[in-house]
């Protein structure tokens, strides 16, 4: 259902885990004045997101692998943003290599059985920096990026000092867990959904692009992230409520962010407010994703105004027109194999 919420499960564990994982880089940042390497500390963190009621060995395995894919991702954008004529990635370009990562990053996460499934913080990371105009030293980002991840994998092995929460972990049985076998038949669904992460960021792109070119806005990754949103779910119900969801919860989250930027936070309060976002966000994504998306919406406008300040006024009007222009093509997406389908049999008939 739209805004019904589910039972509880020990979901506060794994959000205090992805909470602290983000929350201790961006203080240090913080403290260093090294606000520019937020953003590659604030990506990398997502490395704790991944294997969050796994053992601890597969949790282990699970996040060394988004993590690696996670820095590889990042490492491209930057270099990318460097390459480019001023330091400024061409939105059209923005939007053509996002799509590339979009679908390659989907078929790595579903082949390696990486949960959650698909490329939504894959197509976030690349792209938001890949649109930084003003790239730090690249040594110091690789070095952001690789301590943060290392600093996830800590903490996702940190429960194991409790005796009740321990599950073996041994050289062994992480050999043993390496080893992921893909039926034939999944694998050939993995290749089928890698189509749609094609389809839907490409026009989601364009159309803001289009649309933000001649309204004076930017950020059309935004669209991008939304429109992937859809296509993660077991049915076309769930997806069509997951977009649903996206666009509502965005909406709330917005007029939160307002009652947020209207006091004018200090960064270090702005850095516990994001780690307190990304808790919240993580404790409600399995139960409710309406009230997880509150939560989220001014998670990554704080984090944005954190590395880079501009006008809030025009921040949250870019994210809800690229928010609706990217959910309502996810939508599309998903619904139109079931209304071709029905269209073909009855043409049949």
Known sequence: MLFSIGPAQGDHHPAARVALGLFLPLLILTVMGRLDLAIFANFSAFTGIYGRNEPHRMRLVTQARAGLLMFAVLLAATLLARLSPGGVLDPWMSVAATTVVAWACSVIAGLKHLRPAGSLFYIFAFAAVASVPHQPPLWEAVLTSLLTIALCLGIGLLSRVRASHRTPLSWKELARVRRIRVAPAERRMVWIESVGYIVAPAIAGSAATVVGQSMGFGHNYWAMV??????????????????????????????????????????????????????????????????????????????????????PGALLHDRFIDTVIGAAVGLLVVLAPAAFRRLAGASRA
């Open 226 to 311: 939304a429109a992937v949103v859809p296509l993660v779910g077991q049915t076309t119900r769930h997806r069509v409520t997951r977009g649903l969801q996206r666009v509502f919860g965005t909406v709330v989250g917005l007029a939160v962010l307002g009652a947020i930027v209207a006091l004018r936070p200090e960064p270090w309060v702005m850095v516990i407010l994001i780690a307190l976002c990304q808790f919240g966000a993580e404790l409600l994504i399995t139960r409710q994703y309406f009230l997880a998306q509150v939560c989220v919406t001014p998670l990554a406008l704080l984090s944005t105004l954190l590395v880079a300040p501009v006008a």
